[in-house]
């Protein structure tokens, strides 16, 4: 369910409708004229003209509910889009509460569940018209949306999708995340899963669906595919007091580069607690928003390492601090055993298992 939601009423059947919304979605706010005031406390009166409204609330919210005509929502919004990744949803419900129109932002912004959700305690039609929902097939832009997933290349959406709902051929290649995400005996007759990325340039394939945390470099996968970054990566770090967030920056890209890891794969960072937070880790965290997963001591001293420190043993008390945080929290699999970056920094990297 979206965050901050929005109900514009601009009649008094509308306002009706409205209450019942925020009665089904408490968070949601109500916004009505100022000449249609009484002293109903949950209700939100403006002044100024609702097109300045709109114009404000478009900015602060992730879903405005308008209870008016479409028409008049299409113009009222028109020069107020930029697009679909970062536009709130909309939704247009009729005097009537007849329809419940998904209007804006159905799939990443989250309209058309929205309609449906709602249309269902207003007893309306959800009016979902985007072709992947329509088609019941795969949509490309949602791909382990719930899971946190990334799209790299969003530019090659579009035509993937076409493809898609067209129900030309798409090559699906997975190494790595969640196998959750779709019920895979009950794919599209038009996708097939492959066990091999190259495959993806046999011409039989229109386009491709690629989940993977490492970089693809071939240009014709590129040029053809969806690349998806799946959250993965759990990077241990052993530090000193005064290691910064540059150099926390620096380690991980020089780790990635030489091993072909996607950062935006990264899931968490993990290390041991200490009785002084290291400024540079909580800065590092909060400026590429990365959670932080610290442990005590004798958490980390239970974890068998491969590559146990005398030096780290002498100053933290226990053999390892990057490898044993690292898979203590992914509960996965070394891929990076310790690297140094001396004099104050120590990175190792575990693959979270695939479900």
Same mark, same amino acid.
């Given at each position: 369910?979206?965050?901050?939601?929005?109900?514009?009423?601009?009649?008094?059947?509308?306002?009706?409708?409205?209450?019942?919304?925020?009665?089904?979605?408490?968070?949601?706010?109500?916004?009505?004229?100022? /000449?249609?005031?009484?002293? +109903?406390?949950? #209700?939100?009166?403006?002044?100024?003209?609702?097109?300045?409204? %709109? $114009?404000? @609330?478009?900015?602060?919210?992730?879903?405005?509910?308008?209870?008016?005509?479409?028409?008049?929502?299409?113009?009222?919004?028109?020069?107020?889009? /930029?697009?679909?990744?970062? +536009?709130?949803? #909309?939704?247009?419900?009729?005097?009537?509460?007849?329809?419940? %129109? $998904?209007? @804006?932002?159905?799939?990443?912004?989250?309209?058309?569940?929205?309609?449906?959700?709602?249309?269902?305690f207003l007893n309306s039609l959800p009016v979902i018209t985007t072709a992947a929902d329509v088609n019941k097939t795969i949509s490309v832009d949602l791909i382990g949306n719930e899971l946190g997933w990334v799209i790299d290349n969003y530019e090659n959406v579009t035509k993937v999708s076409a493809h898609m709902v067209n129900e030309e051929k798409i090559a699906i290649f997975q190494d790595v995340g969640e196998r959750t995400w779709w019920n895979t005996e009950n794919f599209p007759s038009n996708v097939v899963i492959i066990k091999d990325i190259k495959n993806i340039k046999d011409d039989l394939y229109k386009g491709g669906i690629v989940i993977t945390d490492k970089i693809i470099t071939d240009n014709e996968i590129l040029f053809k595919s969806v690349i998806y970054r799946p959250k993965t990566l759990v990077i241990g770090l052993g530090l000193h007091w005064d290691t910064t967030k540059e150099d926390i920056l620096n380690g991980i890209k020089a780790i990635f580069e030489k091993n072909g890891l996607s950062f935006a794969s990264i899931q968490s960072l993990s290390s041991i607690k200490k009785k002084i937070p290291v400024k540079g880790l909580d800065e590092f965290s909060k400026e590429f928003h990365i959670p932080l997963y610290l442990y005590e001591k004798e958490e980390l001293e239970q974890i068998s390492v491969p590559n146990p420190s005398a030096t780290v043993k002498k100053f933290e008390g226990i053999p390892s601090v990057s490898e044993a945080s690292s898979i203590l929290h992914s509960h996965g699999t070394l891929i990076i055993p310790k690297q140094k970056f001396p004099p104050n920094l120590t990175i190792a990297v575990c693959r979270v298992n695939s479900q």
């Open positions: 369910m979206k965050e901050k939601i929005a109900v514009i009423a601009i009649t008094k059947n509308g306002i009706r409708i409205a209450r019942v919304i925020k009665k089904n979605i408490i968070n949601a706010e109500i916004y009505v004229p100022q /000449k249609f005031y009484n002293e +109903d406390s949950t #209700i939100i009166w403006f002044e100024e003209t609702t097109q300045k409204k %709109i $114009s404000d @609330l478009f900015k602060s919210y992730d879903a405005l509910i308008c209870i008016f005509s479409l028409g008049a929502v299409i113009r009222l919004i028109s020069k107020l889009l /930029k697009d679909k990744k970062t +536009d709130p949803a #909309i939704l247009v419900i009729d005097d009537k509460a007849t329809f419940v %129109i $998904s209007t @804006l932002s159905g799939h990443l912004g989250g309209a058309n569940a929205l309609s449906r959700y709602i249309a269902a």
